[in-house]
């Protein structure tokens, strides 16, 4: 897999506008996923985690993502591997999201493109760690691009890892895990839905 620094020092020179252009596609995404599945909460505000982060211009746009999109204030953090390119930044925690998740429970827990970052058998983790850290009612929303699922090599041309959607969805309905995969422009957001 890529090395992160390197990673993160090629997200630090894509200009502001390039965020700004990658935020929006997010907000779009998270707002088709909420259209077909609803947020169910009686809270006046939401807690929110988001598991990995590129870069630090993004917390302030998931934030308003989140709040514009709930329509409710949003307690939001953010949990990455690694710090360097989030230093200084509130609400930010290191933390490996292939162990339990602290700070829980939460009633959205956010990933973007992260599970290219996890050893394809670890993956399996993130998944059963975001559910296992919802309120009732809670979303676990993890988003994937086209080619994280439909390349059926181990690794992905550009060295990450592939994610075998098919066999996680099989694994959560063996798991009696509520799930939905809904079709995005880019991808796909894999819902993980906890009971009310
Ligand atoms: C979330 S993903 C992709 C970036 C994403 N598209 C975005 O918009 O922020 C990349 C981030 O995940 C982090 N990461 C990789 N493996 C991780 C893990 N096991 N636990 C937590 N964060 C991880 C990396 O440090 C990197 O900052």
New binding site residues.
Partial sequence: MPD?AQ??QQYKQKDDLEIKK?AFV?TQELAEVIKQIPLQTHNSFLKIAV?????RR?IRYHLEMFENIFDLPVEMLT????LD?LAGVNNVFQ????QQLPYGPFDTIY????LR??QTDNQWEVLENSYAALKPGGLAIHVLDTIDYTIKDKLLPDGYFSVPLRRWEEKLKAENIIYKTIPLVHGVGLVLIKPY
Avoid at 51 to 55: A, V, Y
Avoid at 95 to 98: F, G, K, P, R, V
Avoid at 111 to 114: A, D
């Fill in positions: 992160l990673y993160h990658r997010k598991l990995g982060c590129g870069d993004f949990l990455d591997i690694t390119h933390h490996d999201c292939t990933s973007h493109v992260l970052f996890i």
